[in-house]
């Protein structure tokens, strides 16, 4: 062999390995110049760099203060007091300034205006849990979807709903009166017993409760149940056992999104190969939930969609009042060319499962817990509601559920009693938003800029593409500035005379309360989560009185979720003690 033979494959290695690494210097200087421009040239013509806020060392974040619900109410106040309405914090440094406000107008433009949307990073997340949902969508998408899904969440679709609100918080009853009787009932399907408990922050002077149950669990169970109905027209049966292949999906899937992303789940929203070549546990678990939820929503829908079409084509009235049944009429009526694929429908499925479910079953299980803490309400309550007497036990011969559920949602102090729980405990602690473009965002109450520069009310901040807009949904219901001075106090009786701030509507029903948020990405099942809390209260409290078991403390994961104070290795659990009641 000779030596021209051998030195053409050197050179063609040589020749390739000076190309790669002439690729890997330039993929080094861009990620230089990037990192160099992110940190240093970038920060220098952001707007916000002259707001006054809390100050940091250079890759100091104030995360913790912003959305950790134990410490951001106070966090809120001191910086509000110090700065004003509207400030800005470190977002991962001191190159990552957010605009943070407590300022109403200052919400209510983010909110409404089109410039500002979910990261793209929320997005990836919410898609890769629920798909290609509404609260994933912005833009015409978005629009286009909520127009095929409000009909379904209308008053009269919400109301044809309620007997099966009933259905399951009579069951729900039921259960609770068994393991009051027999405590050691192998229907009490819960998590284990209950560790030993921490004294709680309130003992009555006169107990009369005996028995402890984890309220959050079994109404989330009830709630699963009745989105399962209510929804899709499905039996998860999760009340009376919790096997269902579905629901076990789902909350197996939703366990796992309630826990930290971590280092390598932020990674993944970059390189979301990464997850394809090294799955972990979680990743997997999510994999195959999808799978058995996939399998089963395709089934249910073209079940659905058959039935439908074949009583379209016999002139019948299409008697399904469930929600993903009046999606599917929705969704047949649009033009040919606006309309959800089964695909898209059965994203829509889970959407309106995580949304329904859990959201209203701590909506509900925070109204137990504050009733527990303050026993005069309770009983004011539960003389409201007997005052109704077929509401202490409806039976075949009473009114029309209709009927029932107009007399339950006419309540003034049950009305109040829900509303202040959904201010006080609103699922969803914040929110945030990313401006697309420069704007200019109004604002009500003056900003003095760290320049000594004086923004009047009437007169604008700008903001540059690219920045984040922290939305503080419990900040602004506990503002004092709109809801008085107690506004960080449970008391029902603000509703009977709102402040003028307070009135000023957020969302056609529920005044300036942020709990469902406003704007076009206000949520669509409103009406559906009141109705339903409602008729729970309603059902329950006749029968039981509450009364705390343990200090309960609030955690941020997707949902603000309860905790027991110093046994937050237990996870989320809300003990409550519960015993008939006895007029």
């Not at 699922?427 to 401006?435: D, E, K, L, M």
Request: aromatic share 10%; hydrophobic share 40%.
């Amino acid at each position: 062999m000779d030596f021209l033979s051998l030195s053409t494959p050197l050179l063609v290695l040589l020749g390739a390995l000076k190309a790669c690494g002439v690729v890997l210097l330039l993929l080094l200087a861009r990620a230089i110049y990037w990192m160099f421009n992110m940190l240093v040239v970038a920060p220098l013509f952001d707007p916000l760099k002259n707001v006054q806020g809390p100050k940091g060392s250079i890759l100091e974040n104030h995360f913790r203060q912003v959305m950790d619900p134990r410490v951001s109410p106070d966090t809120h106040e001191s910086w509000t007091r110090t700065y004003g309405k509207t400030f800005r914090f470190q977002g991962f440094g001191r190159h990552d300034y957010r605009l943070l406000s407590l300022d109403f107008r200052v919400m209510s433009h983010v909110l409404n205006s089109p410039v500002y949307e979910k990261p793209w990073q929320t997005r990836s997340l919410l898609s890769r849990l629920l798909g290609k949902g509404v609260f994933a969508m912005e833009g015409d998408e978005h629009k286009q979807l909520r127009r095929l899904i409000m009909p379904s969440f209308s008053t009269h679709a919400v109301k044809a709903l309620t007997p099966i609100f009933f259905q399951k918080a009579e069951e729900l009853r039921d259960i609770w009166e068994t393991l009051i009787m027999n405590p050691d009932s192998p229907r009490d399907l819960q998590r284990g017993k209950l560790p030993p408990l921490p004294p709680p922050l309130y003992i009555p002077e006169k107990p009369l409760a005996e028995h402890i149950i984890d309220a959050s669990h079994w109404i989330s169970r009830a709630t699963f149940d009745v989105i399962g109905l209510a929804g899709f027209d499905y039996h998860f049966h999760s009340l009376q056992d919790e096997t269902e292949d579905v629901y076990l999906a789902y909350r197996r899937m939703f366990d796992i999104a309630d826990k930290a992303p971590g280092l390598k789940g932020l990674i993944q929203l970059y390189i979301p190969w990464l997850e394809k070549i090294l799955p972990d546990e979680g990743e997997r678990i999510t994999q195959e939930s999808l799978r058995t939820i996939h399998q089963a929503g395709v089934r249910l829908i073209q079940s659905k969609k058959t039935a439908i079409l074949a009583e379209k084509a016999s002139s019948q009235e299409i008697k399904e009042k469930d929600i993903l049944s009046l999606l599917i009429k929705s969704n047949l009526s649009s033009d040919a060319p606006s309309r959800l694929s089964d695909a898209e429908l059965l994203d829509q499925l889970s959407t309106f499962l995580f949304a329904g479910s859990d959201s209203t079953s701590l909506a509900i299980a925070w109204c137990l817990h504050l009733l527990s803490l303050h026993p005069y309400a309770q009983a004011r309550l539960r003389d409201e509601i007997m005052s109704l007497s077929p509401c202490a036990s409806r039976t075949s011969d009473g009114p029309s559920d209709l009927s029932l559920t107009d007399a339950i949602d006419a309540l003034p102090y049950l009305d109040a009693v829900v509303r202040e729980t959904l201010r006080l405990c609103p699922p969803v602690h914040g929110t945030i938003r990313v401006a697309t473009r420069d704007d200019q965002i109004p604002v009500s109450s003056p900003i003095l800029l760290r320049d000594g520069t004086l923004i009047r009310e009437g007169e604008t901040i700008p903001i540059r593409k690219g920045s984040y807009v922290h939305i503080p949904i419990e900040g602004l219901n506990f503002s004092p500035d709109i809801w008085g001075e107690d506004a960080r106090l449970f008391n029902p009786d603000r509703w009977s005379s709102l402040p003028a701030a307070a009135r000023t509507p957020a969302h056609p029903g529920i005044a300036s309360m942020m709990t469902f948020s406003f704007g076009p990405h206000a949520c669509p099942g409103w009406k559906f989560s009141l109705l339903e809390a409602k008729i729970f209260i309603a059902t329950l409290l006749p029968h039981f009185v509450f009364e705390p078991a343990a200090e309960i403390r609030k955690t941020n994961s997707i949902l603000t979720r309860p905790y027991v104070y110093d046994q937050f290795e237990f996870g989320s659990r809300m003990p409550i003690k519960i015993g008939r009641y006895t007029p």
